[in-house]
């Protein structure tokens, strides 16, 4: 009888432990309900934008508009004056795959990647035909076109195999070099465009425009232009000028006009030139071994030679001292001249905004900007400048991560920088993409540019 209570109390106590236990369970349950628990990470969701892999280059501009060298822009107005004080993005770039730019004194030249013949666009001054003739611009006011519009060139090709090696633009004249060779169009009152000097010829809706092959068998690498001069580099390292001599900037031993392209000589001999710069009347010569030639005006000492002469007719190689290091880049301005050495270094020298600050206006020698106003500094230590441009009065560095600094005259806000006030030391343009090519025209800019993407 007792091993039959044992048992009843036994079952009854491991039904109630069960019972005990799944009710338990049910209270634990209930109460991880009330009990805030850790939220469970979810995988954000990745949207892919779509990015055309044909936007590789973008086009903005800033400065004077009112002359139309900015294209379809909407600038400020300030006394009846359009100006754009700050980069903006070109419409007709988002259109075209522009390729290169040139600015002249108030228009633009771009050149285009395109399946037929329109390489080049132009838009801004036309007074003397320097953008061509077209039909299209009797729409268009007092000789000035506001919306790019094809240049038309006599090109041989009717496909899309010509392409335009290089660009320069003077006061009122176009230098645009292809595949075809050398095309200018444009003023020619003092031969700058190497055709005869016609007396009294109209440049208004003129449409002459003058072919040369190439020079005595070699190809034309290159081009530049002064105000109202040109200047072309040779396969072969060789130049040749043509143009306005009153200055010496032909550098052919006189100061007369001269409209063939003529050998430059002098200190030039036998040397194989890499680049030539000029935007006025002063001209630069780098050789591949580093060394500065310079020949034209010297009026504010942007030639340092011996002697002391305002006006240098004939190529010279100017004293540049040596611990400047090798030089890889030139560039000159309406009075002022600037170098780049190897190590990123830019010097300038002559006269106006140099870039040293309010207190220096005019220095005889080249003297370094110092490499912490590009942005050079213990957290960036790998930056530096790559790549110097001048326009008249503005100066323009550009880094190796693609940031642009100006300084100089900020007339119309051609510097760039949100204002107006000129800019006495380099200070970084907000340019919104990474520039790989500055065109500086008297009074506006036009930058090439790579998205950051």
Known sequence: MFRDILGKLMFNTGRNYLKFVREARILHLDSRKCIPQKPELKTLPIFQYPVSQEDTRRVYVWGLAGHGALGEIKALRKNTISYLS??????????????????????????????????????????????????????????????????????????????????????????????????????????????????????????????????????????????????LLTEIGEVYTFGWGADGQTGLAHYRNEHRPSLVKGDLAGQHIIKVACIADCVLALSDKGKIYGWGNSEYGQLPIKGDSCQVNIATELNIPQELGHITDIATG????????????????????????PQVQKILKPTMIPPTLFGNNVYNRDIKIIKIYCGISQLAALTNSGDLYMWGNNKFGSLGLGHIKDQFFPLRVAVGAQVKKVACGVDHTVTLCKPYI
């Not at 801004?124 to 094809?150: A, C, H, W, Y």
């Not at 006061?171 to 169009?185: P, S």
């Not at 309406?334 to 600050?357: D, E, F, H, Q």
Request: charged letters at 15%; glycine letters at 10%; hydrophobic letters at 35%.
């Open 86 to 231: 700050k980069p903006k993005r070109l419409q007709f770039a988002e259109q075209y795959k522009v390729t290169d730019i040139a600015c002249g004194y108030g228009f633009t030249v771009y050149a285009v990647q395109s399946s037929d013949k329109n390489i080049i666009y132009g838009t801004g001054i036309n007074t003397d035909s320097q953008l061509g003739f077209n039909e299209t611009d009797k729409r268009f006011p007092d000789n000035m076109v506001f919306i790019p519009r094809p240049i038309n060139l006599p090109l041989l090709k009717e496909n899309a195999s010509t392409k335009v090696i290089d660009m320069a633009a003077g006061r009122a004249h176009l230098l645009i070099l292809t595949t075809e060779g050398l095309f200018t169009l444009g003023n020619n009152a003092y031969g700058q465009c190497g055709r005869p000097i016609i007396l009294n010829e109209n440049y208004e809706k003129n449409k002459v425009v003058h072919h040369i092959p190439n020079i005595k068998g070699h190809k034309i690498t290159a081009v530049a232009a002064g105000q109202d001069h040109s200047i």
């Open 334 to 357: 309406g009075c002022s001249c600037m170098i780049l050495n190897n190590a990123g270094n830019v010097y300038v020298w002559g006269y106006g905004i140099l870039g040293l600050g």
